[in-house]
C-alpha cells in the first residue's frame, strides 16, 4: 500500500510498506519495516510497533502501546492505553531469546487500560482483559479476566440465572434453560427430625441411567474445569456443598448457572459446550454420565464445535 491509501501524522515515523487501506497512524507512532498493519485500524500516539508484529483489521490500539516481536493481534481487537506486551520470559540486557514468544490476542478480544501480557499467551475470541490486571495464563473464549494474576470472572454476553433455594416441599420440578436442551432440576425433599434427604430415580426426574459418575472437589478457585463439549454424552450436575458457576453454551445462546444446593441439578444433554468455574473452595460437585469415559468422545476447540453443533442441528 502507498502512503495515499492510509494515512499517517508528520511526525509518524512508517518504515513498514505493509499498511492496510484506510488505517490511520498518529504522531510519535514508529512502525517498523518488518510490521504488517491491516486496513482500517486506528494506531494511536506513542505507539510503537517491532518488525515481527502482524496486525488484522478494524484493530485499535491506543496511546503508550509496544507492540514487540512475537505478538500478533487479530481483526476487531481493542488495545487500551499503556498495555503491556512482553515477549521474553526471562530477560537480560545484552542478551537475546532464539525466537520471541508467540502471543496472539484471538478476534473481537479487548485488553483494558495498563494490562500487562506475560509472553507465549492466548487470549480468546471476544474475551475482556480488565484494566490493570496481568495476564500469566491463556484467556480461554468469551471470559472476562480481572486482577493480578487475571482470574476469570464471568463470560461476555452471559445471561445469569441463580439456582432455587432449597425447597420445602416433597415434590420435583423443571425449568428449561434457553440453550437448547438443558434443564434445571428441583429435586424432592423429604425433611424430619433426622434432618433432609433428597433423591432422584431413573426417569422420576433423572433423564438418563447413568453408567459413570465423577466428584470434582479442592479445586482452587481460580481454576477452570469443563470447557469441552461431549458428541455423545449427556451429564447431570449437582453441587453437594459449596458453589460453583457453570456457562453452558449451544452456539447461540449462552447462560450460567449457579449450583449451590444438593436438591439442585443441572442436566447438560450432549452438543453443549460447558464450563465450571467460580468454585467456592468447599465445592464437592457429582456428575452423573450416560456412557463410560471416551476420549474422543471430547470436543475441546470451540472453533471446531460451531460447525460440528450447526450440522448436528442439520
Excluded at 20 to 28: H, L, N, V, Y
Excluded at 78 to 84: D, I, R
Amino acid at each position: 500500500m502507498t502512503q495515499g491509501e492510509f494515512f499517517a501524522h508528520p511526525a509518524a515515523i512508517v518504515e513498514s510498506s505493509k499498511i492496510g487501506r484506510g488505517t490511520r497512524i498518529w504522531a510519535f507512532a514508529h512502525v517498523l519495516a518488518g510490521a504488517d498493519v491491516g486496513a482500517e485500524c486506528n494506531i494511536c500516539d506513542h505507539v510503537f510497533i517491532e518488525n515481527e508484529v502482524v496486525i488484522g483489521d478494524r484493530v485499535t490500539v491506543k496511546c503508550g502501546v509496544q507492540l514487540w516481536n512475537g505478538v500478533t493481534i487479530e481483526d476487531d481487537v481493542f488495545v487500551g492505553p499503556n498495555a503491556t506486551f512482553t515477549n521474553d520470559r526471562f530477560p537480560r540486557s545484552k542478551r537475546y531469546p532464539d525466537s520471541a514468544s508467540r502471543t496472539v490476542v484471538c478476534k473481537g478480544a479487548s485488553v483494558g487500560a495498563n494490562a500487562t501480557i506475560l509472553p507465549g499467551i492466548r487470549i480468546g475470541k471476544l474475551a475482556m482483559v480488565g484494566a490493570g490486571a496481568v495476564v500469566t495464563r491463556d484467556v480461554p473464549d468469551h471470559a472476562i479476566v480481572v486482577g493480578n494474576p487475571a482470574r476469570i470472572e464471568g463470560y461476555v454476553e452471559t445471561s445469569r440465572c441463580v439456582e432455587a433455594p432449597l425447597s420445602k416441599e416433597g415434590r420435583a420440578s423443571v425449568t428449561e434453560l434457553r440453550v437448547q436442551g438443558v434443564r434445571l432440576y428441583e429435586l424432592p425433599v423429604v425433611r424430619d427430625l433426622r434432618g433432609a434427604l433428597t433423591f432422584g430415580e431413573i426417569n422420576n426426574p433423572l433423564p438418563f441411567a447413568p453408567q459413570r459418575y465423577f466428584v470434582i472437589f479442592d479445586v482452587p478457585t481460580k481454576e477452570v474445569r469443563g470447557v469441552h463439549a461431549h458428541r455423545e454424552l449427556h451429564e447431570f450436575l449437582v453441587c453437594l456443598r459449596g458453589q460453583v458457576s457453570v456457562v453452558v453454551d449451544d452456539g447461540k445462546v449462552r447462560e450460567e448457572v449457579v449450583l449451590g444446593a444438593a436438591n439442585i441439578g443441572l442436566y447438560i444433554p450432549n452438543m453443549i459446550w460447558t464450563t465450571l468455574y467460580r468454585y467456592s473452595p468447599d465445592a464437592l460437585v457429582l456428575v452423573l454420565a450416560s456412557d463410560v469415559y471416551k476420549a474422543a468422545d471430547y470436543i475441546r476447540n470451540y472453533d471446531e464445535y460451531l460447525p460440528l453443533k450447526d450440522a448436528h442441528e442439520e
